[in-house]
């Protein structure tokens, strides 16, 4: 048995996507929408192990009957263009897993710019459809490089929507929900104190310390965070093997 | 003597000169996907300037952005698509302070233009709330209260969105005829029949011009996007989307590379407009073959 061995040989990059793939746990019949290489070979590890009845397009405007490997398309189940996603985004039907340039301690998320509003130091997409997606449905972060500078005190503009931008008195709120942060670090939600962002996991061989560090905020439940559990054997042959053969995922974190 | 259907074939020209300084210009299309650029163009070269812009920008609102068209964009996002993504004439536009951004969710952009194609003074929509989207608009955005209270007695409080009512749209379709009737043959309608139907006078170019039966026999019926009530003129314009992909092209994304490095320095700029952007369709579209030809050459 190489089980023990095979542990040993597991990469960072390889406990993100099963990090990512758990993202997706208990989704059900939902359409899986990753915006990046990391949380597109979750979504995908995901539909081919516990949750096969994912929903997942080609990017474009298909939805892939099969689950092929990252930048291959397959077989079609159906019709996706993007205005029928704005129909899917405001059933509610829906678990995005986007990018973020900044993201603060409430969840509150940039993509847009940094600096004003109206003049901007760098422009990035504009708010794209954060605003949308954070107040319909499940959303949660992949950021490959978890530093002070994505991590800080307040985002410049406020495109993903944070717990602190909730009004309980307002039902067209209620479906708010910022499911998981997954970084090269580890794996977090909004569930410390006053919906704050909390540790749930680090990956093994990171340090609280090193989260800390590069964390501009206090994270709730460091200390106490376990480990991010291995992949399978059953994980990491699909990775290696069907999804991921060429080693995207090592672009993203090493 | 037997009525007449209209042809509203034209060109480009005459389509931008219907056009007037302060007009709010609605461009089809989605990032760098099927965009009406043989338009852009003509209009980037005109003397229409102080334009309001409603898009789900691309390169259209950065070459407008280049040519200083632009003193307000509507747009849910702007992106080239592929690396670097970000389009360099909107950053530059954006980070002078040079146009007033009402910056949105994509959904937003979508609910605006059917409340224009309904008539509707707004559509309520979710998306915004909580946002800086509200924060972007400076007050013009506000929110509706629902008449109707939710099961346990709370009350929904929405963005009212208010209608983008257009006075011109701009769209590429792949295949039409003379009277309007038109199709796209990719994978996506992206938005553009509520472009047009938002827009007061509407414009469409079509990379090829055919028969009505030719077109009808062409297409799946589902794909006839457009009728003759929602199109004024048809611009001939083959290639017309380039460098953006339309059904029968891909993107040139080497050109798109082309126009993002171009715009890093005023020496190449000033190169690239004098070769591809102060010229006419047939120069565009010839010079583009001459500099693909060069590319091929210096491999």
Redesign the interface.
């Known amino acids: 048995m190489t089980t023990t061995e095979s542990t040993t040989e597991v990469t960072r990059a390889e406990i993100c996507v099963v990090a990512c793939a758990e993202i997706f746990s208990g989704a059900g019949e939902i359409m899986a929408s990753p915006m990046a290489p990391m949380a597109l070979l979750g979504a995908r590890l995901a539909r081919l192990t516990s949750e096969p009845d994912l929903l997942i397009t080609d990017g474009e405007a298909l939805i892939l009957a099969d689950t092929p490997a990252i930048g291959r398309s397959g077989p079609i189940e159906g019709w996706m263009p993007f205005r029928k996603v704005f129909d899917v985004v405001a059933s509610g039907r829906r678990h995005v897993v986007m990018g973020a340039n900044q993201i603060d301690r409430y969840g509150n998320q940039n993509l847009s710019a940094f600096g004003p509003l109206q003049q901007p130091t760098r422009q990035m997409f504009g708010v794209r459809g954060a605003p949308g997606n954070t107040i319909n449905h499940p959303t949660s972060y992949w950021v490959g490089r978890h530093s002070t500078r994505v991590f800080t005190d307040s985002v410049d503009i406020v495109s993903g929507i944070g717990y602190d931008k909730v009004d309980p008195e307002n039902p067209a709120f209620d479906d708010h929900n910022i499911h998981r942060v997954i970084t090269n670090l580890g794996v977090f939600d909004f569930g410390g104190p006053d919906h704050t962002m909390r540790a749930l996991s680090l990956h093994p061989g990171v340090e609280a310390a090193e989260v800390a560090e590069n964390t501009s905020f206090e994270v709730a439940g460091l200390e106490s965070a376990g480990v991010t559990r291995q992949p399978t054997a059953e994980e990491l042959s699909i990775i290696r093997e069907v999804l991921d053969p060429k080693g995207v995922r090592n672009r993203e974190v090493r | 003597m037997a009525a007449v259907p209209t042809d509203k074939t034209s060109t480009l020209d005459e389509v931008i000169g219907e056009l007037r300084d302060g007009m709010t210009i609605g461009i089809g299309g ?1 990032g760098s996907r099927r965009k009406p650029m043989a338009l852009v163009r003509a209009l980037a070269r005109s003397d229409v300037k102080d334009l309001t812009v409603v898009t789900y ?1 691309g390169a259209d609102l950065g070459l407008l952005c280049a040519a200083g068209k632009v003193r307000r964009a509507y ?5 080239l698509d592929s690396a670097p ?2 389009d360099p004439w ?2 530059h536009a ?4 040079a146009i ?2 009402r ?6 952009v ?1 609910c605006g233009l059917e409340a224009a194609a309904s008539r509707l003074p707004f559509l309520p ?9 509200l ?2 608009w400076e007050g013009e955005l506000k929110t509706v209260t629902s008449p109707y209270p ?1 099961a ?1 007695g ?5 963005v009212a969105m208010p209608a983008l009512r257009l006075d011109a749209a701009f769209v590429h379709l792949d295949i039409a005829d003379n009277r309007g009737n038109a199709a796209y043959t990719g ?5 553009d029949d509520l472009f047009c139907a938002a827009a007061d006078r509407r414009y469409l170019e079509t990379d090829q011009l055919v028969s009505t039966e030719v077109l009808v026999k062409s297409v799946p019926h589902q794909r006839l996007l457009l009728n003759r009530m929602n199109v004024d003129k048809v611009v001939h314009a083959p290639n017309g989307a380039h460098f953006t992909f339309a059904g029968e092209y891909g993107r040139d994304e080497a050109f798109q590379r082309f126009y993002v490095e171009s715009a890093k320095d005023p020496a190449t700029w000033e190169a690239f407009s004098q070769r591809f952007l102060r010229v006419d369709e047939e120069t565009y579209q010839r010079e583009v073959a001459a500099w693909q030809a060069e590319q091929e050459e210096s491999k």
Do not use: C, H
């Open positions: 989605w920008g747009y849910g996002f702007v992106s993504f970000y909107f950053a954006r980070t002078t302070g007033e951004a910056e949105m969710d994509e959904g937003m979508k929509i979710r998306a915004g709330l909580g946002s800086d989207v924060n972007f939710d346990d709370r009350t929904q409080t929405l994978v996506d309608p992206y938005m």
